[in-house]
C-alpha cells in the first residue's frame, strides 16, 4: 500500500557537498551590520561601536593621565599598586596550566567558528518565548518582509567558510555535529582543568579572597588606561584585574556557557520544568550569545596584553613553565598556533569533503547523551492559552504539485491518510474520519533547529490511538512519515522516528493549530507532533504513515530527508 511512497523517495543519500547545488542550489545571502534594537522601532547598527570605542579610549587615555597627576591618586595607586598576593604564596605557574591553555584556546575556536555558522541559520535573538519577528533585541539580517509564507530557511545568511564551519547557508547540520562534537571535548578538558586547579591549590590565584581586590583593580585598569603600566608580577601573583578577569572567565562564564546551551535543548526545555521555568530556550540563546561576546572579549584582551606587556617573559610562563626571557615559551607558542592556523584552515575543506564523517563522529559522541536526555519524563500542561505565541515562523519547501492543489481546492474532501507497513491492520484514513477518532489536544512548544521557537495549541489525535488502531507488529521499531509536499533536492520529504516516541503522551498527528484548522503553512491537512524532537523531525503535509524494521530501508538509509541531504542527526533532541 505504500510502495508508491518509496518510489518518490530521493534514494541517494549525499556524502560530499557541491557548494554550487547545496540544499537546492539556495542563492548567497549575505546578512546586514549587527544592529542593536533601542525602544520599541528603533535599531543601532553596532559598527559605530568601532569610532565611538576609539574615542571613549582617547578620551579614557587623556582622562587617566590627568588623574596620575593628583596627589590622592598618586597616593592611591602607591597603597594599591594592584598586586594583592595569594593567601598560600604559591610561585609559579605549573606545567599543566601550559597545555591546558593550548587546548582551550584550540576547542574555542571551533567551538565559537561553529557558533557563528549557527547563528547565521536564524540571524535574531529574543527575550521572551516567542520569536516575533519586529521583538528581537539583535539581529544581523533586514526586517523580516511582508510576505505570510516568508520561511524561516529564507532568513538564513551566509558567512565565510574561513569564519563559519563550513561556511554554508543553512549548513547547521554540519555547523552543529562541530559545535556540540568541540563541546564535549571542552567540558571534559574543563573538568580536567577544574579537578588540577582544587588538587594543586592553582585556583588561589584565580579567585578574589578579599576585598583588596577591589581597590587593586582599580588601580590597575588606572594604570593601563594612563599607559604607565603596572608592574608585571605573573610568575608571583597575578595583578588583580586580571585575578577578575580569570575569575569570571573561569568559574562564571564558562558554567554559564554549559547552563545556557542545555536550555536550548528541547529535551531539557520540555521535560525539566524547573530549567524552563526559569530560562526559555530564546532566553538561553541570547546569554549563551552573550558569553561567546564574553569569551571573545577576553581572548582578544588577554592575548593583547601578553605581547605587549613582555612578550618572551609571559610566553614563558604560560607555555614553558619558567621565569626567565628566553625564547622558548615563544617557540612552544609558534609551534602550537601552527597547529592552530592549519587545522582553522582545513577545517571548511575538510568538511566539505568528508561530511559523513563529521556527522558520525558528532553523534558518536553526543549520541549517548542524547538518549539519556530522551528518558526522561515529560508532563502536559506546562503551558495554557495565554501562553501561545503570536506568530509561528513557517518553515520547509511548500508542496505545489497538482496532487496537492487540488486537495487543498477541495478542502481536503478526498485526502486519505494511508497507515501501513509491519501492523495487523492497514488503513486508509479521510479527515472526516481522523476527526472522528478520541481527540487529543495540546500546548506545546515548537523547537526549530535553527533557533526560533514558539508555543502552539494543537488538536488531532494522539499518536498511541492510532497505535491502538493499527496495532504494530513486534517487529516493527520505527515509523517513517511521509509528505505530500518535496525536498529541496527532489524527491518527497519524510522523517522516521522510534515507535517507542509514538508511545509517549505528547505525540499526535494534528490536524488544527490554536483553534482553526491547519493553514497551509503549517502543514494542511494533517502535520506530525513529537514534542521530544526539532521542528524538522515534525513531518508536514502528512500523506503515509509506515511502520518499518529499520530506516536503513527507505530513502538514503539515513532516517530522513534532511539526514540523507544535510548531515542532519536521525534524532536531535539536544
Not at 188 to 199: A, H, K, Q, R, S
Not at 237 to 259: K, M
Not at 413 to 432: D, F, H, Q
Amino acid at each position: 500500500m505504500l510502495d508508491e511512497f518509496r518510489r518518490q523517495l530521493s534514494t541517494g543519500a549525499e556524502n560530499v557537498v557541491d557548494p554550487k547545488t547545496w540544499s537546492g542550489s539556495l542563492p548567497n545571502q549575505w546578512g546586514t551590520a549587527p544592529m542593536l534594537r533601542v525602544g520599541r522601532s528603533r535599531w543601532f547598527n553596532l559598527l559605530w561601536l568601532v569610532p565611538l570605542g576609539l574615542a571613549l579610549l582617547v578620551a579614557g587615555v587623556a582622562a587617566a593621565q590627568a588623574l596620575r597627576e593628583l596627589p590622592a591618586v598618586q597616593a592611591f595607586v602607591e597603597r594599591y599598586p594592584g598586586t594583592v598576593p595569594p593567601p598560600n604564596g604559591q610561585e609559579g605557574i605549573p606545567a599543566w596550566v601550559g597545555w591546558q591553555h593550548f587546548l582551550n584556546l584550540f576547542l574555542m575556536a571551533f567551538i565559537i567558528r561553529s557558533a557563528v555558522q549557527i547563528l547565521t541559520d536564524h540571524p535574531r535573538l529574543y527575550w521572551t518565548r516567542h520569536s516575533t519577528p519586529g521583538r528581537e533585541w539583535f539581529r544581523f539580517q533586514k526586517e523580516v518582509p511582508p510576505d505570510p509564507l516568508w520561511t524561516a530557511k529564507q532568513d538564513s545568511v551566509n558567512v565565510p567558510g574561513w569564519i563559519g564551519i563550513p561556511g554554508l547557508r543553512h549548513s547547521i547540520g554540519l555547523a552543529r555535529w562541530w559545535h556540540l562534537g568541540a563541546d564535549v571535548f571542552w567540558l571534559l578538558n574543563g573538568v580536567i582543568f577544574y579537578i588540577l586547579l582544587f588538587t594543586t591549590g592553582h585556583w588561589q590565584r584565580l579567585v578574589p579572597t578579599s576585598w583588596d581586590y577591589v581597590p587593586n583593580a582599580a588601580s590597575v585598569a588606572v594604570q593601563y588606561l594612563s599607559l604607565d603600566w603596572p608592574a608585571e608580577t605573573g610568575w608571583t601573583a597575578y595583578n588583580a584585574l586580571q585575578v577578575l578577569a580569570y575569575f569570571v572567565t573561569v568559574f562564571v562564564a564558562g558554567p554559564a556557557a554549559l547552563l545556557t546551551g542545555l536550555g536550548l535543548s528541547p529535551a531539557l526545555s520540555t521535560r525539566i520544568r524547573p530549567v524552563s521555568s526559569l530560562l526559555s530556550i530564546q532566553a538561553a540563546r541570547s546569554l549563551h550569545f552573550l558569553v561567546m561576546c564574553w569569551f571573545l572579549l577576553f581572548i582578544g584582551m588577554h592575548v593583547t596584553l601578553v605581547l605587549t606587556t613582555g612578550m618572551r617573559a609571559n610566553l614563558n610562563h604560560m607555555f614553558a613553565a619558567r621565569d626567565d626571557h628566553s625564547w622558548g615559551g615563544f617557540w612552544v607558542f609558534a609551534v602550537a598556533m601552527v597547529v592552530l592556523i592549519v587545522a582553522w584552515v582545513a577545517a571548511t575543506p575538510f568538511t566539505l569533503r568528508h561530511p559523513r564523517v563529521v556527522q558520525s563522529v558528532g553523534y558518536a559522541l553526543v549520541g549517548p547523551l542524547q538518549r539519556l536526555f530522551e528518558h526522561l519524563d515529560a508532563k502536559p500542561g506546562q503551558y495554557t492559552e495565554a501562553d501561545i505565541s503570536p506568530y509561528m515562523w513557517h518553515n520547509g519547501k511548500y508542496p505545489q504539485t497538482d496532487e496537492y492543489k487540488a486537495l487543498f481546492d477541495s478542502g481536503f474532501a478526498t485526502y486519505r491518510l494511508r497507515i501501513g507497513g509491519l501492523v495487523r491492520n492497514p488503513v486508509e484514513l479521510s479527515l472526516e474520519q481522523l476527526r472522528a477518532l478520541p481527540h487529543h489536544e495540546q500546548i506545546t512548544q515548537h523547537f526549530c533547529i535553527q533557533g526560533w521557537s514558539g508555543i502552539a495549541k494543537w488538536d488531532g489525535v494522539s499518536m498511541q490511538t492510532v497505535l491502538d488502531l493499527v496495532q504494530p507488529d513486534p517487529e516493527a521499531k520505527w515509523v517513517a512519515f511521509y509528505s505530500l509536499g518535496e525536498g529541496v533536492d527532489g524527491g518527497i520529504y519524510y522523517d522516521v522516528h522510534p515507535i517507542e516516541h509514538m508511545r509517549h503522551h505528547l505525540t499526535m498527528l494534528a490536524y488544527g493549530m490554536n483553534g482553526e484548522s491547519l493553514s497551509y503553512g503549517h502543514g494542511a491537512p494533517l502535520r506530525l507532533r513529537n514534542e521530544s524532537e526539532h521542528g524538522f523531525k515534525q513531518v508536514k503535509w502528512l500523506a503515509g504513515i509506515e511502520f518499518i524494521r529499520h530506516f536503513s530501508e527507505i530513502g538514503g538509509g539515513r532516517g530522513g530527508y534532511n539526514q540523507d541531504h544535510e548531515f542532519f542527526g536521525y534524532r536531535h533532541a539536544i
